[in-house]
């Protein structure tokens, strides 16, 4: 069983990168360049909350990744400390 603290394996992450595939070009660049410095890094937990994220529709989460916008005002659900840290690490790697 996997804590949320483990870092994600080799396999884990390449389905989490297929899953972060989007329609709209610059949320796959600011994502590409989130997986290029953060990947090795990535918990179960940080994981879970990306899923969550791209549930979002594009411009939902390009307005986020832009700071147009914040998780209350886009999906009040989605305003965790989780998904507050991995949307933190989103924006230092745009």
């Known amino acids: 069983m ?8 080799d396999r884990a992450l390449s ?3 297929w899953r972060c595939r989007r329609g709209l070009l610059e949320n796959d660049l600011f994502l590409e360049k989130f997986f290029e410095r953060c990947g090795a890094t990535l918990t179960v937990r940080h994981a879970e909350a990306l899923n969550r994220l ?3 529709g594009d411009h939902d989460l390009l307005d986020l990744q832009l700071a147009r916008k914040t998780l209350d005002q886009v999906s009040p659900h989605l305003d965790d400390a989780p998904t507050r840290e991995v949307l933190s690490l989103l924006r230092e790697n745009r």
């Open 54 to 56: 791209m549930d979002l």
């Open 2 to 9: 996997t804590a949320p603290t483990d870092v994600l394996d």
């Open 15 to 17: 389905l989490l990168r």
